[in-house]
C-alpha cells in the first residue's frame, strides 16, 4: 500500500518567516494530495490540495508544490503569524471513487514563536 | 450545530470493558471513517463505509469493529479494550461527487483511555 513519509516533525519559526514541510509518498499511482490543519483540540481540516496534473498551487499565504518524479511534495507558508501554530498533515490517495482513501503522513508540529 | 459530532468525547475504562464510540452527520454524505490518531504516528484508518451497505477494513482493523446503522451514523466498538487502544479517535466524512470532492470533515475526537 501507499506510504507517506513527513519531515520535519516539529518545526519552530520567528513570526514573519516562512515555514516548509516536506512529504514523500511510495505509489506512483497516487494522485492526490491534501494538507490538513489540526488545531489544539479539534479535527483536522483541509487547507489546501493539489491533483498529480498541478506542479503548483498557491491560495493567499500558503503554497502547495508537487514533484511527480521525485514522488515528494511540500506545503509553503508564507508571512507566518501566531494562529499558523498548529499540527499539519499531509496525506496522498489514489484517484477518486471507489479508490479515494487517504493514506497521512505523521504530522508537523509547527510553532510560531513572536 | 456541528456538521460532524462523536460522542463521547472523553472515555476512561478498564481493560477488557466493551465500548462504542458513535459518530453523526448532518452533511448528507455517503462515505465515513474512522480513524486513530497517536503521536508520531499520524492518522491511521480503522474502517471506511462508502454507503450503508458497504464496510471495509482499513490499515489497523484487529481489536475494532464498525456499525453503519443509517447514512448519517457510523459507530466503532472495541470489542474487549486494551490498554495499546488508548488514543485519539476521529470520525470524518466525504462526498466525491459533491462540491467538497475528496475531502474529507472531520469531527472533533474522542480522546479514550483503557488502563
Same mark, same amino acid.
Given at each position: 500500500?501507499?506510504?507517506?513519509?513527513?519531515?520535519?516533525?516539529?518545526?519552530?519559526?520567528?513570526?514573519?518567516?516562512?515555514?516548509?514541510?516536506?512529504?514523500?509518498?511510495?505509489?506512483?499511482?497516487?494522485?492526490?494530495?491534501?494538507?490538513?490543519?489540526?488545531?489544539?483540540?479539534?479535527?483536522?481540516?483541509? &487547507? &489546501?490540495?493539489?491533483?498529480?496534473?498541478?506542479?503548483?498551487?498557491?491560495?493567499?499565504? &500558503?503554497?502547495?508544490?508537487?514533484?511527480?518524479?521525485?514522488?515528494?511534495?511540500?506545503?509553503?507558508?508564507?508571512?507566518?503569524?501566531?494562529?499558523?501554530?498548529?499540527?499539519?498533515?499531509?496525506?496522498?490517495? &489514489?484517484?477518486?471513487?471507489?479508490?479515494?482513501?487517504?493514506?497521512?503522513?505523521?504530522?508537523?508540529?509547527?510553532?510560531?514563536?513572536? | 450545530?456541528?456538521?460532524?459530532?462523536?460522542?463521547?468525547?472523553?472515555?476512561?475504562?478498564?481493560?477488557?470493558?466493551?465500548?462504542?464510540?458513535?459518530?453523526?452527520?448532518?452533511?448528507?454524505?455517503?462515505?465515513?471513517?474512522?480513524?486513530?490518531?497517536?503521536?508520531?504516528?499520524?492518522?491511521?484508518?480503522?474502517?471506511?463505509?462508502?454507503?450503508?451497505?458497504?464496510?471495509?477494513?482499513?490499515?489497523?482493523?484487529?481489536?475494532?469493529?464498525?456499525?453503519?446503522?443509517?447514512?448519517?451514523?457510523?459507530?466503532?466498538?472495541?470489542?474487549?479494550?486494551?490498554?495499546?487502544?488508548?488514543?485519539?479517535?476521529?470520525?470524518?466524512?466525504?462526498?466525491?461527487?459533491?462540491?467538497?470532492?475528496?475531502?474529507?470533515?472531520?469531527?472533533?475526537?474522542?480522546?479514550?483511555?483503557?488502563?
Amino acid at each position: 500500500g501507499e506510504n507517506v513519509e513527513q519531515h520535519p516533525s516539529t518545526l519552530s519559526v520567528q513570526e514573519g518567516d516562512s515555514a516548509v514541510i516536506k512529504c514523500t509518498y511510495s505509489d506512483s499511482a497516487s494522485n492526490y494530495f491534501p494538507w490538513y490543519k489540526q488545531e489544539l483540540g479539534k479535527g483536522p481540516q483541509l &487547507i &489546501i490540495d493539489i491533483r498529480s496534473n498541478v506542479g503548483e498551487k498557491k491560495d493567499q499565504r &500558503i503554497a502547495v508544490t508537487l514533484n511527480k518524479t521525485a514522488k515528494h511534495f511540500s506545503l509553503h507558508i508564507t508571512e507566518t503569524q501566531p494562529e499558523d501554530s498548529a499540527v499539519y498533515f499531509c496525506a496522498a490517495s &489514489i484517484g477518486t471513487g471507489t479508490a479515494s482513501k487517504l493514506t497521512f503522513g505523521t504530522g508537523t508540529r509547527l510553532q510560531v514563536t513572536l | 450545530d456541528a456538521d460532524v459530532t462523536q460522542t463521547p468525547r472523553n472515555r476512561i475504562t478498564k481493560t477488557g470493558k466493551r465500548i462504542m464510540l458513535e459518530c453523526s452527520q448532518t452533511k448528507g454524505h455517503d462515505r465515513m471513517y474512522w480513524y486513530r490518531q497517536d503521536p508520531g504516528l499520524g492518522l491511521r484508518l480503522i474502517y471506511y463505509s462508502f454507503d450503508v451497505k458497504d464496510i471495509n477494513k482499513g490499515e489497523i482493523s484487529d481489536g475494532y469493529s464498525v456499525s453503519r446503522q443509517a447514512q448519517a451514523k457510523f459507530s466503532l466498538s472495541l470489542e474487549s479494550a486494551i490498554p495499546n487502544q488508548t488514543a485519539l479517535y476521529f470520525c470524518a466524512t466525504s462526498d466525491p461527487s459533491g462540491r467538497g470532492g475528496n475531502e474529507q470533515f472531520f469531527g472533533p475526537g474522542t480522546r479514550l483511555t483503557v488502563l
